[in-house]
């Protein structure tokens, strides 16, 4: 199974960036869904997250700027970030909580996508 991001990129503060992450491959079933970010120097920390049922949790830096939400048919999140900021440009890392054939449940990452806010 295969997490693929999309949708970063340089923004200027207070405009918005939209992030897509799918998952493909076979024989899988997806638990709950989030975004992290990696900011240069930093640890990697939690942006947002998503269970099946949709409930959402949000970092206290993001809640009321970022959304996400996810599509079940399509094994995809995303996250909406509205009035970027500077402190919001990272690396973020698309992550699912999701069982496989023939590996079972495990921890799975995409590959990470640039996000830039200039000032």
């Known amino acids: 199974v295969q997490l693929v991001e999309s949708g970063g990129g340089l923004v200027q503060a207070g405009g918005s960036l939209r992030l897509s992450c799918a998952a493909s491959g076979s024989s899988f079933s997806i638990n709950d869904m989030g975004w992290y970010r990696q900011a240069p120097g930093k640890q990697r920390e939690l942006v947002a997250t998503?269970?099946?049922?949709?409930?959402?949790n949000y970092a206290d830096s993001v809640k009321g700027r970022f959304t996400i939400s996810r599509d079940n048919a399509n094994n995809a999140v995303y996250l909406q970030m509205n009035s970027l900021k500077p402190e919001d440009t990272a690396v973020y890392y698309c992550?699912?909580?999701?069982?496989?054939?023939?590996?079972?449940?495990?921890?799975?990452w995409g590959q990470g996508t640039q996000v830039t806010v200039s000032s």
């Open positions: 992550n699912a909580d999701l069982w496989a054939l023939p590996s079972g449940w495990g921890d799975y």
């Open positions: 998503i269970t099946r049922s949709e409930s959402t």
